[in-house]
């Protein structure tokens, strides 16, 4: 696997490396660049098993650094039916098209930020939807199993976490202790399927470094910008991710 890994390919897995440290400072949407790098050098399947142990590495390194700024409450609510949605991603590994079930989460995704839109701008409207359980629920099962498809369920935790108006330390607080029970859990499942094996865990170590350097450029970015533009590209960087999803770019 690694030997016929090029010069230029290690460098876009580089940069895919950082991106999941980025990601994991606040930026979700960018981790569809790490997901369409190493799916387009490894292919999509056996991608997700060398980019699983990068990204517990990655939410080990962000609880580290900001974990201590967790809602615990909002955990608690999404970890349930996102554990749920995993096992229903495992289950329909070998039974469903990544691609077009890629397609119908952007499409989500996209619907979603339409009404997160609006909610900004009328907050009358729509304003009791996210304090309702069934709205945990729906998104918390789409990421479980967007995350165990395609390792792409930032985006859908980001929406989440911007509809119950969580600050931007506390999101990614939160999102960073989500994370790490999410992704542990889903070793064992992906060890089953042979996705994790020795020359999966070679390249992830090879490129485990650039994960933090990725993770402190972040937080440095994050201290610089206010709640409201952190707010404003987070969102943006949420619809770039599910333009990408559909296919449109």
């Given at each position: ?16 490396a950082m991106g999941i440290g980025l990601s994991k400072s606040g930026f979700p949407g960018v981790s569809m660049f790490h997901v369409v790098v190493y799916a387009g050098i490894f292919g ?10 990068m990204l517990v590495f990655g939410d080990c390194v962000a609880i580290f650094v900001f974990g201590r700024k967790a809602v615990w409450p909002q955990v608690r609510k999404l970890l349930p ?169």
């Amino acid at each position: 696997m690694i030997s016929s890994v090029t010069a230029i390919e290690w460098f876009l897995l580089f940069l895919g490396a950082m991106g999941i440290g980025l990601s994991k400072s606040g930026f979700p949407g960018v981790s569809m660049f790490h997901v369409v790098v190493y799916a387009g050098i490894f292919g999509t399947k056996e991608s997700t098993g060398i980019l699983l142990p990068m990204l517990v590495f990655g939410d080990c390194v962000a609880i580290f650094v900001f974990g201590r700024k967790a809602v615990w409450p909002q955990v608690r609510k999404l970890l349930p039916p996102t554990l749920f949605g995993v096992l229903i991603g495992w289950l329909l590994m070998d039974r469903l098209d990544p691609e077009a079930f890629k397609r119908l989460v952007g499409t989500i995704i996209l619907s979603l930020i339409v009404l997160q839109v609006t909610r900004s701008r009328k907050p009358q409207w729509f304003d009791h939807i996210p304090d309702k359980r069934w709205f945990a629920v729906l998104l918390g099962l789409l990421a479980g199993i967007t995350t165990m498809l395609a390792n792409a369920a930032g985006p859908v935790v980001a929406l989440y976490m911007l509809s119950v108006r969580l600050p931007k330390w506390e999101l990614i607080g939160t999102s960073a202790w989500l994370f790490l029970v999410l992704n542990i859990s889903k070793l064992p499942l992906s060890y089953e399927l042979g996705l994790i094996h020795l020359d999966s865990l070679k390249v992830g170590l090879t490129l485990a470094a650039a994960v933090p350097l990725g993770l402190y450029f972040g937080r440095w970015l994050v201290e610089k910008i206010s709640q409201a533009w952190f707010n404003a590209i987070l969102l943006a960087f949420t619809a770039i991710a599910a333009i990408r999803m559909i296919g449109i770019l």
